[in-house]
């Protein structure tokens, strides 16, 4: 169980950095690369960027939680 979640942790950091990275700030960023700095005005967002959004923040979550449960894992 632990080896499952310790694996678990490495793919959702490395998901999370990746996403985070995606993410268009107010200068651009990563996702200009892809597209995402085309016509897209900062005030409002698109279907595609709150679906990165939504994606991250369930990725993070489950970050969260898999952390928690290493933590208890290795407690015992």
Do not use: C, P
């Not at 499952?4 to 993410?23: C, E, G, M």
């Not at 595609?48 to 015992?76: A, H, Q, Y």
């Amino acid at each position: 169980m632990y080896l499952i979640s310790l694996f678990l942790q490495f793919a959702l950091s490395l998901a999370l950095i990746f996403l985070v990275l995606i993410h268009s700030g107010r200068g651009g960023g990563l996702s200009d690369m892809f597209g995402g700095g085309l016509g897209a005005s900062a005030s409002a967002s698109t279907v595609m960027e709150k679906n990165l959004d939504r994606i991250t923040v369930v990725i993070s979550l489950l970050f969260g939680f898999n952390t928690l449960i290493l933590g208890f894992l290795i407690d015992k």
